[in-house]
Structure formats: C-alpha cells, structure tokens
C-alpha cells in the first residue's frame, strides 16, 4: 500500500473521517498542497465550532426555520389615486385604443 503524501498527512482528519481532499473532490476543485493546508485549519475550526454548539442546552427552544418572526410587509389592497391613463401611455413606442402594444410573444 502506497505511503499518503505529507499534504494528505497534513490534511486527514481521524475524529470525522473528512478531509479537506474529500470536500475539494466533491466540489470539483484543485487546491494546491498549501490550499488544502489552509482550507484544512479553517473546516477544522468550523467543525470544532459545530461540537461546540451541541453542548449548548436548547431543550426549551422551539425548532424554527428563521431566527426572527416573519411580517406581512404588503400594503391593504384599496383604490387608490394612480397615473393618468394619457400620461402614462405618452412614451409608449406603440398604442391602440387606448392600450399599449407589445410585441406577440406566444404563438
């Protein structure tokens, strides 16, 4: 069995069984020996910090999908006072009675 390189030394992760290699792989990307070293410190801190979040005691929060409750932010559908039907239709490039032409876009 052949020996791993030392930036796969570098780069394996034995309390996860994920590498750096792996994720690369999956995304389709090349790093170099000094990417993968890098990118490997930084998924290690991220996967530390998960393990960190697990001892967090959340056994009163509910399970939520946003962070903070969501707001109907549209206005009440009234009449309202709205452009003058010849201002509006001045800088139309075509019109007829009325409406504005548009190009046919469904045979």
Known sequence: MAQPSAARKLTRMTDTGMNVHQVAHL????LTAAEAAAFQAQLQQVL?????LKQVDI???EPTAHPF????V???DEVRESLPHAEALQNAPARSEGL???PKIVE
Do not use: D, H, I, Q
């Open 100 to 102: 504005f032409v548009v």
């Open 74 to 76: 549209t206005r009440p």
């Open 69 to 72: 409750p969501l707001e109907n």
């Open 59 to 61: 056994s009163g929060v």
């Open 48 to 52: 530390e910090y998960v393990e960190k």
């Open 27 to 30: 995304a389709r990307l090349e």
